[in-house]
């Protein structure tokens, strides 16, 4: 057993030397603390009888060139190793080039039989469409067929008469019938406030009246 002589602490590892406390060299029990201590002298070094490989020589006696393979000359052919022939890629590209003038020589025999060969097409036709039907058509003033008399009635041998909006409107009525001879359009309210619009047609015109309420008209 070892004992630290500053702090009094045992160990009883007989490896340690030093305190592990406040690194004072440990002596054992017993034993006188001011001896010197005696370090055995070294032994002579052994040598290693490790022994030593010995050195690779060379047992080549001529130069390395002649342990090597002679290159074959242009297309010979190196012995073991056959020559990789390019017929099937010969063979690829006709069948290919084959097929293509086949597809192409298909296509232009259908345009033929289509008869639309070295043909432009034409410009698509529109579409007709119809006129909106609309409450009341737009009809043109037969200027030349009647002489307008504003603000004057006819009398004569009547037709029909029967709402009308305007006296175009009336007007072209009575250019439609052959019968028709005349027409006396009454404007709206003329009479009473909210009466609509009348169209007079007459086969025959016997007097003129004036009037601030009607439009007439006599054909020519």
Known sequence: MKT?????????????????????????EGSDPNATLRVPAP?????STRPTPPTAQSTLTS????????RPRGGDEVRGEPRRSGLPWVFAIVLVLGASGIL????????RSDGTSGKLPGPTPRPTVAPSPSAEPTIERPREMFTM???????????????????ELC??????????????WIRPGA??????????????????????????????
Request: hydrophobic share 35%; net charge neutral; with cysteine.
């Open 171 to 184: 007007q072209a009525d009575c250019a439609a019938n052959a019968n028709c001879k005349g027409l006396t």
């Open 149 to 167: 008399l504003n603000n004057i009635s006819m009398d004569g041998t009547r037709i029909t008469y029967y709402p009308r909006t305007s006296f």
């Open 4 to 28: 630290c002589p500053s702090c009094r602490k045992r160990y009883e590892d007989e490896s340690l030397v030093f305190c592990l406390d406040d690194g004072t060299r440990l002596v054992r």
């Open 191 to 220: 009479y009473n406030p909210g009466d609509p619009g009348m169209c007079y047609l007459m086969s025959a015109v016997t007097n003129r009246v004036p009037h601030a309420c009607c439009i007439s008209a006599v054909r020519n």
């Open 43 to 47: 032994g002579p070094t052994v040598a």
């Open 104 to 111: 192409i020589a298909w296509i232009v025999t259908r345009d």
């Open 63 to 70: 130069a390395p060139e002649q342990f090597q393979m002679p």
